[in-house]
């Protein structure tokens, strides 16, 4: 049973994680300042320090948050009954829908860069899988010869594609897809990817 200082403790920490992901979903990580996000939480400066080692760890706790929102989109939009090219339809079309509602944190995940020689903790890094972990299924049936190591070296690759075209529609490269083509373009690149999973992947 919790203490009331581990359960103070344990309530700050989350009143400064909403903090942080409130002020990110309105102006961005650019927008984010540790006075900014204590005074949201209705406490000290110093007192982030009690509970994360930095802004940093802050926005790595906010970042686990949206990887498992995201998780939790991509796997409620699978059926059962889909076909394989049927799920990577609805995988796909449940990522765009999640990143045209989360814009803000959606970029904070991938363009977040620590700001000091610190690495990013293991824990958070294994978070990332949920962005491929449900690809291997439809596509170990597409392709029940490649090895578990294969398949998830060809769900990253498969991923990787579509990520690429959503990034560069939604920060507005001079190549970019229009924003308002977005889902109906990524439809078409899954489609010509399902067709295509016969070639040849290295086996690991």
């Given at each position: 049973m919790q203490s009331k200082r581990e359960a103070n403790r344990a309530d700050l920490r989350n009143r400064l994680i909403e903090a942080a992901e409130a002020r990110i979903a309105a102006d961005g990580l650019r927008g984010l300042k540790a006075r900014d996000v204590t005074a949201d939480a209705g406490?000290?400066?110093?007192?982030?320090?009690?509970?994360?080692?930095?802004?940093?760890?802050?926005?790595?706790?906010?970042?686990?948050?949206?990887?498992?929102r995201l998780g939790?989109?991509?796997?409620?939009?699978?059926?059962?009954?889909?076909?394989?090219?049927?799920?990577?339809?609805?995988?796909?079309?449940?990522?765009?829908?999640?990143?045209?509602?989360?814009?803000?944190?959606?970029?904070?995940?991938?363009?977040?860069?620590?700001?000091?020689?610190?690495?990013?903790?293991?824990?958070h890094k294994q978070e990332h899988a949920v962005l491929i972990d449900n690809l291997i299924e439809p596509l170990a049936q597409?392709?029940?010869?490649l090895s578990p190591s294969a398949l998830r070296v060809r769900a990253g690759t498969l991923f990787s594609a579509v990520h690429g075209v959503v990034q560069?529609?939604?920060?507005?490269?001079?190549?970019?897809t229009p924003p308002e083509l977005l889902a109906s373009?990524?439809?078409?690149?899954?489609?010509?990817?399902?067709?295509?999973t016969h070639l040849a992947v290295p086996e690991q």
């Open positions: 406490c000290a400066l110093g007192a982030l320090y009690n509970v994360v080692e930095d802004l940093d760890q802050l926005i790595i706790l906010v970042n686990s948050r949206t990887l498992a939790e989109a991509l796997r409620a939009s699978i059926s059962e009954e889909a076909t394989p090219p049927e799920k990577m339809q609805a995988l796909g079309k449940a990522y765009v829908d999640f990143v045209l509602s989360n814009r803000k944190h959606w970029s904070a995940v991938f363009f977040h860069r620590l700001s000091t020689d610190a690495e990013v903790p293991d824990w597409m392709r029940p010869d560069l529609s939604l920060h507005g490269r001079f190549v970019g373009e990524v439809r078409a690149l899954i489609d010509a990817m399902s067709r295509g």
